[in-house]
């Protein structure tokens, strides 16, 4: 049997495969949920925490192969220490440790050459040739790229909220909504920050696409999308393949992503809310 995670930076999502017959899995889940994973930003013994909690319900090993995906995996010494880690917990004498957006470009390219993007709270993409990603033009994060994200529609909507430059009706109502979200407090969210600045500014997209049909806030979204088609997707051969779109904000954009994409001249191969059952189709 082999043991497939797909982590974010909240949720782990952890699957055996091929472990119906085996009898280290009886008694044991063949799907557990943990707290998720970013292997540069967290410490150690955060990560490893996550590891043995993992294993705590998962059947007994040995496993076949560990394949772990997750945020954070900038360097090979990373690389290498999880792998180790993973196989001491689980009995296995391979562990494969990848990326985020390989999981993303597996997801939706499967064996064949793709464009696979990440439309969360981030935004990132690449171009795969079936095996490994060819090309990457970097996400930058949310200050300095991320266009079509979350925390990008987020922040752009708040940095017009702070200056008076929302629509009086939409503003009212934002109000009514955050109350108490005033000068001092939106600063210290974005520059010292308890939690995530990205996820904060993120959470206010479900209040601005519900406003959506309003041409202030239709001219904010497409131009934020718009922007990731010509500073990102542009710079890959969208000519030749076709485009994945991977995450549940990519998969609520559908409808006003499409049309925008169409209109760019770049084909769309499918949009995926998750991409850990097309993994476990990738590795089955």
Same mark, same amino acid.
């Given at each position: 049997?082999?043991?497939?995670?797909?982590?974010?930076?909240?949720?782990?999502?952890?699957? *055996?495969?091929?472990?119906?017959?085996?009898?280290?899995?009886? @008694?044991?889940?063949?799907?557990?949920?943990?707290?998720?994973?970013?292997?540069?930003?967290?410490?150690?013994?955060? *990560?490893?925490? *996550? &590891?043995?909690?993992? $294993?705590?319900?998962?059947?007994? %090993?040995?496993? /076949?192969?560990?394949?772990?995906?997750?945020?954070?995996?900038?360097?090979?010494?990373?690389?290498?220490?999880?792998?180790?880690?993973?196989?001491?917990?689980?009995?296995?004498?391979?562990?494969? *440790?990848?990326?985020?957006?390989?999981?993303?470009?597996?997801?939706?390219?499967? =064996?064949? @050459?793709? #464009?696979?993007?990440?439309?969360?709270?981030?935004?990132?993409?690449?171009?795969?040739?079936?095996?490994?990603?060819?090309?990457?033009?970097?996400? !930058? !994060?949310?200050?300095? %790229?991320?266009?079509?994200?979350?925390?990008?529609? @987020?922040?752009?909507? #708040?940095?017009?909220?702070?200056? %008076?430059?929302?629509?009086?009706? #939409?503003?009212? /109502?934002?109000?009514?909504?955050?109350?108490?979200?005033?000068?001092?407090?939106?600063?210290?969210?974005?520059? =010292?920050?308890?939690? +995530?600045?990205?996820?904060?500014?993120? +959470?206010?997209?479900?209040?601005?696409?519900? =406003?959506? +049909? =309003?041409?202030?806030?239709?001219?904010?979204?497409?131009?934020?999308?718009?922007?990731? &088609?010509?500073?990102?997707?542009?710079?890959?051969?969208?000519?030749?393949?076709?485009?994945?779109?991977?995450?549940?904000?990519?998969?609520?954009?559908?409808? &006003?992503?499409?049309?925008?994409?169409?209109?760019?001249? #770049?084909?769309?191969? $499918?949009? &995926?809310? +998750?991409?850990? /059952?097309?993994?476990?189709?990738?590795?089955?």
């Amino acid at each position: 049997m082999k043991l497939l995670c797909e982590s974010g930076a909240t949720k782990g999502d952890w699957r *055996v495969i091929g472990a119906g017959a085996a009898p280290s899995a009886q @008694g044991r889940a063949l799907r557990v949920l943990t707290g998720g994973t970013n292997v540069s930003a967290m410490s150690k013994e955060a *990560v490893l925490s *996550v &590891i043995r909690e993992a $294993a705590g319900k998962l059947p007994e %090993g040995p496993y /076949e192969a560990v394949h772990f995906y997750t945020a954070g995996v900038i360097t090979d010494d990373i690389r290498e220490w999880l792998e180790e880690a993973l196989k001491e917990a689980f009995k296995t004498p391979q562990a494969e *440790v990848q990326t985020d957006l390989v999981a993303a470009a597996r997801a939706a390219c499967g =064996h064949e @050459g793709g #464009i696979a993007v990440i439309l969360g709270t981030g935004s990132n993409s690449c171009q795969y040739d079936g095996e490994r990603i060819v090309k990457h033009v970097k996400s !930058g !994060g949310f200050i300095l %790229g991320d266009d079509g994200s979350a925390s990008v529609i @987020g922040k752009l909507f #708040i940095s017009d909220y702070i200056k %008076g430059l929302v629509p009086a009706e #939409i503003a009212s /109502e934002f109000d009514t909504q955050f109350p108490g979200l005033d000068y001092p407090t939106v600063v210290t969210n974005v520059y =010292h920050p308890v939690g +995530s600045p990205s996820g904060w500014l993120g +959470s206010f997209c479900p209040f601005i696409l519900s =406003h959506y +049909s =309003h041409p202030y806030i239709k001219a904010l979204v497409d131009g934020s999308l718009q922007a990731f &088609i010509d500073r990102c997707l542009k710079q890959y051969d969208t000519d030749r393949y076709p485009v994945g779109i991977i995450g549940g904000f990519g998969n609520a954009l559908k409808e &006003i992503l499409t049309p925008l994409l169409e209109k760019s001249g #770049i084909r769309i191969r $499918a949009y &995926i809310p +998750s991409p850990i /059952e097309e993994l476990l189709r990738y590795h089955a």
